[in-house]
């Protein structure tokens, strides 16, 4: 699946120096994301491919991955970034179009970040008739002041669709970084920015394309499951469907990586069909017990051997 020269020029190879994202990196995540993978991009990034036209993230999260891309200039082809959680996609789009009313409208929120009553007041906005009605920025600062307020920045939502996380107690959150604000919204300028299920991204993507595939993890256990980003679960007929379409991605020359737990459903979704996958340890922090906090398990699943 390699590309050749008349098809495209290489973006670029991966060293040691792109690899330290914290130390380099112009720009970084603004929304905190659970089982974001900010610290296993040392480990995603030593399995991409040497050269790949467009980028693709159908879930995107706080989208670690693709600034870190940005950051070592390997997206030349530009991106397609995509979610089923509208208000997500929505804040990106405020960050890209409008983002010197969006830190202004931030800054408001700041003043009340330690107010337990205000916190609950804007996280109630979407109980009210009006919601709908609201602008891009002020539902955008909305999202972004939860994120950063709430019990571990964890995006929870109830089965009415009603964001439901409870207050963080911190004791001085960050809630407007406005040079990396400025920096992300230059970041997503030539950034297509969708909402819809992951299998749209099977009309986008090209031969030599890049999709990596980030969905919400198989559950280590029957009390470990946060899926409810959108109002609804992703089961295991959603990660069936998925499996399928990593396959059918790759069958066509698509440049495929996912990551998820190491689960014996997650083994037998992907450990016929893909080219490679690795187990790596990652520290996870969002259980609810502390005591069962710590390095945990994942897998990354490649269809195409890295480097090539």
């Keep these: ?88 996609v929505l804040c990106y789009r405020a960050v890209r179009d409008d983002v010197e009313a969006l830190i202004v409208a931030l800054k408001e929120h700041e003043r009340f970040r330690l107010d337990r009553d205000y916190f609950m007041a804007v996280r109630g906005w979407d109980r009210q008739p009006d919601f709908a009605h609201r602008s891009a920025v002020e539902r955008a ?52 920015l969708s909402v819809g299920d992951f299998g749209d991204v099977a009309a986008r993507a090209e031969p030599g394309d890049l999709v990596y595939f980030d969905p919400p993890y198989v559950p280590m256990s029957a009390t470990a499951s946060f899926t409810h980003y959108t109002g609804q679960t992703f089961g295991p007929d959603d990660q069936r469907r998925l499996a399928r379409l990593f396959d059918d991605l790759m069958a066509r020359g698509v440049y495929v990586m996912l990551s998820n737990s190491h689960t014996p459903l997650s083994r037998e979704l992907y450990a016929a069909h893909a080219v490679r996958s690795d187990v790596v340890l990652a520290s996870r922090k969002i259980n609810c017990d502390g005591r069962k906090r710590g390095s945990v398990e994942e897998l990354i699943v490649c269809g195409y051997a890295p480097g090539t």
């Design 141 to 192: 600062a909305r999202t972004i002041f939860l994120n950063r307020t709430c019990y571990n920045g964890l995006y929870r939502l109830n089965n009415k669709g009603q964001f439901n996380a409870p207050w963080g107690y911190y004791k001085n959150p960050l809630i407007c970084d406005p040079e990396n604000m400025r920096a992300a919204s230059a970041a997503l300028q030539q950034v297509e």
């Design 1 to 88: 699946m390699s590309l050749t020269a008349s098809a495209t020029e290489p973006v670029g190879t991966m060293t040691q120096s792109s690899m330290a994202f914290e130390a380099t990196a112009a720009v970084r995540p603004f929304v905190k994301w659970a089982g974001g993978k900010g610290q296993l991009l040392p480990e995603l990034s030593r399995r991409l491919p040497r050269q790949f036209r467009r980028y693709h993230e159908p879930f995107v999260g706080g989208a670690a991955l693709f600034f870190f891309l940005h950051n070592a200039g390997r997206l030349r082809y530009g991106a397609t970034l995509s979610d089923y959680n509208p208000e997500l």
